[in-house]
């Protein structure tokens, strides 16, 4: 496997911006998570990683080896996009193998390594069926193995998971996840869904018009999104606090000590992260029973809504407050 650079990358089509001065470091043997809304530049960076897409200006490094102007098929990556592109004619194995005998391996070796793969990703017994015979999450299984297999520098992951339902996505995300624990490849995973990236990956990079706004660890990223629209992006409540004193900020009963002479902040929190008790005064808008309890949508006095979380619900209106949050710039 091998350590990704991107420096400086920009990308134009016409006269929109898809990329504008990327810059991002994947370390070797790391599973690197891009999210961001539709349009944000997460594919259009994933594909000039691939070598599918030229930036216009910029440089894409594996290890030290300039990549940037080499076709995709000398780059040594493994692909798994949301169009599977298995072939119908082929059976599962032969799937796999592909990749492996298009790089020169022995036959015999092909279906050794094949094989292993295939059992790995618990889909010994089905070498012999074809694509249209398998189960979605099947097929998902064929397509990662028929990347792997022939041991590239990086995966990239682009949205293969969102035609999945919430169950099956869920234990394959965890198969991945295992199976990296015992490969330790690299990854490049893109996609919408924070839940899907953050399960998945140990970095985590956040895209909005074609920038990089927040990078760095899963847990740094989450516990301090910094940025308003990352917060909003990963799920996170946000409120405006006034300064009542000099360095206390308050809403209704909720008071935090900050900075002097803001005047107003911007404050986050995450709707599990909630208590009952003296805070912030809320009303019920509208609610929903869950495994675990209430997911309820809330209207402050100033008419602001937010979600929280709760095990029960103590009545239309009451008074919460965050158990952990962060302030925000923007």
């Given at each position: 496997m091998a350590e990704i650079r991107v420096i400086g990358i920009r990308k134009r089509f016409g006269d929109t911006v898809a990329l504008d001065g990327v810059d991002l470091f994947i370390p070797d043997g790391?599973?690197?998570?891009?999210?961001?809304?539709?349009?944000?530049?997460?594919?259009?960076l994933l594909r000039v990683i691939?070598?599918?897409?030229?930036?216009?200006?910029?440089?894409?490094?594996?290890?030290?080896?300039?990549v940037t102007r080499l076709p995709s098929s000398v780059r040594n990556v493994g692909m798994v996009f949301q169009d599977l592109a298995l072939f119908p004619h082929m059976t599962v194995l032969e799937n796999v193998m592909f990749g492996l005998e298009a790089r020169g391996f022995g036959r015999g070796e092909s279906i050794r390594i094949a094989k292993e793969f295939l059992e790995l990703l618990r889909l010994d017994g089905?070498?012999?069926?074809?694509?249209?015979?398998?189960?979605?999450?099947?097929?998902?299984?064929?397509?990662?193995?028929?990347a792997l297999a022939p041991d590239p520098d990086v995966i990239l992951l682009d949205e293969p998971f969102g035609s999945l339902d919430a169950k099956l996505k869920e234990e394959l995300l965890w198969e991945i996840k295992k199976l990296w624990m015992k490969r330790k490849f690299t990854a490049l995973h893109v996609t919408h869904?924070?839940?899907?990236?953050m399960s998945l990956a140990e970095r985590l990079a956040v895209m909005r018009n074609g920038r990089i706004v927040r990078e760095g660890s899963v847990d740094d990223v989450v516990m301090d999104p910094r940025d308003e629209f990352v917060?909003?992006?990963?799920?996170?409540?946000?409120?405006?606090m006034k300064e009542v004193k000099?360095?206390?900020?308050s809403l209704d009963n909720f008071s935090i000590d900050y900075k002097p002479g803001l005047q107003a902040i911007k404050v986050g929190f995450y709707p599990e992260d909630v208590e009952l008790g003296p805070g912030i005064k809320v009303r019920i808008v509208a609610s929903s029973r869950h495994r675990s309890g209430y997911r309820v949508i809330v209207e402050d006095e100033g008419r602001s809504q937010f979600e929280l979380w709760l095990p029960?619900?103590?009545?239309?209106?009451?008074?919460?407050?965050?158990?952990?949050?962060?302030?925000?710039?923007?």
């Open positions: 790391v599973i690197m998570a891009v999210v961001g809304p539709s349009g944000s530049g997460k594919t259009t691939a070598g599918l897409e030229t930036p216009d200006s910029g440089k894409v490094l594996f290890d030290d080896r300039d089905l070498e012999r069926r074809y694509p249209h015979q398998l189960s979605g999450g099947q097929q998902q299984r064929v397509a990662i193995a028929r869904d924070q839940a899907e990236a917060a909003r992006f990963l799920g996170a409540n946000v409120i405006e000099e360095g206390l900020y029960s619900i103590p009545g239309n209106t009451f008074e919460m407050r965050p158990r952990r949050w962060f302030v925000l710039k923007g």
